[in-house]
């Protein structure tokens, strides 16, 4: 059985295409993919699927580029494939986004290629097929694993993920070469290939060759392999973990983070993933993280409150007394108090009137206040009276309290010059409860999200 026939088994083994689909494939001019377009062209009309060859020019490597475009065009014309070439600038991208050149690339390719599926995908199904194969698989797997990427890096590329295939993934490199010799079916090298500079190139000329030598000649294939069966665990552990995430996090003024205690009761493997789950939605993404980050964070768990980690793109994770937070730095700590407005009146007291107990609206004594009433938030010497007559400051308050220091200055308070008559939201002050003796009560409701001037009935 060769390359077409084998290939042809798999994609009917694992749904790849379907009979009308559109197969848009990426087409560099390399072996890779120059063996992936002459298969399916192979197999379109058997199969009752169309292809659509693709070429992105990065904008890279000018003169070796637009080689390269041309080629891929003509043997589009040649073979009567239809073709779209796509123009995307990388080293912009690169700059702006702070990304290897390499990523910035696949970033765009990627792009480029759902564009073009974009343009068919209303009247049709469209899949996209790019040539990775299982030397791919395996340098990726050793290169994720080298930079301490746990599992999910383990896991290499999928067969399919959305509606991108990769019907090559099960060759090895030398099976592609060999089905290029045999049919004398011409490609270009890419310069960049033989250089050094990027991590993947010296992975692909050194340590793989080196392994099939001196380790086991099918070394690429059992590491390919393995990275497919770690795939589906996976798979599988991250069904659990999104259902002890969405358990356990903790969403409030723009910011995303953990409770600690519950996160704590999770086995050690399952708070990785949930962590990870936690920095891909604050950071958009796992950009940068490694095991060290998922490590640092877990020890955050039993660190005191204040406790401070940074992390890569900006961001960092703050303790506070249980919750672990990931915020950026850009991102500002309002100082301002909350939008509201206070509601207050006054009225005679007896002693059957029941005292509410809605934390949005207080009773007072009227004859404890001595001085004119001021809604802001804390400054320093500002006390609130305890049981027993006792004064506690605001801090000392907020602190047994376990107000987040992050929010600490923006609670509201209700103050009687710098003795503190309520701290909205928590407890008032002993002072100025109502008492048997009360003649009259002063009643102050606040008004979340309402911005109106203080209203006195």
Known sequence: MDMVEKTEKMIKEHNLLHRGQLCIVGVSGGADSMALLHILCNLRQGMGFEVLAVHVHHGLRKNEADRDAVFVENICKEKDIPFVLCHVDVQSYVLEHKVSTEEGARILRYRAFAEVAGRYAAKRKVCIAVAHHCNDQAETLLMNLCRGSGLRGL????????????????????????????????????????????????????????????????????????????????????????????????REDKKVGLSCEKVKELPLFLQGEVIRLLLEEAMDGLRDISSIHIEGLKEMFSKETGSHMDLPQGYFAHRDYCKLWIIHKSQKISKEKENGRFECRRFLYTQNMEIPTQEDVKWFDEEAFEGEVCFRTRKTGDYIEIAGGKHKSIKALMIDEKIPALIRDKILLVADGSHIVWVVGYRISQAYKIKSSTTYVREIKYIKGDTKDVVYH
């Open 155 to 250: 896991t290499g590329m999928h067969l399919q993920r959305g509606n991108i295939i990769r019907p090559l993934l099960f060759f090895c490199r030398r099976e592609i070469e060999e089905y290029l010799k045999a049919r004398q079916i011409s490609y270009i090298t890419d310069s960049t290939n033989a250089s050094l500079d990027y991590t993947r190139n010296r992975v692909r000329r050194s340590i793989l060759p080196m392994l099939e030598a001196e380790v086991n000649i099918a070394s690429i294939k059992h590491i390919s392999a393995a990275a497919g069966q770690l795939g589906e665990v996976f798979d599988y552990i991250q069904v659990q973990a999104r259902k002890h995430y969405e358990q356990v996090v903790v």
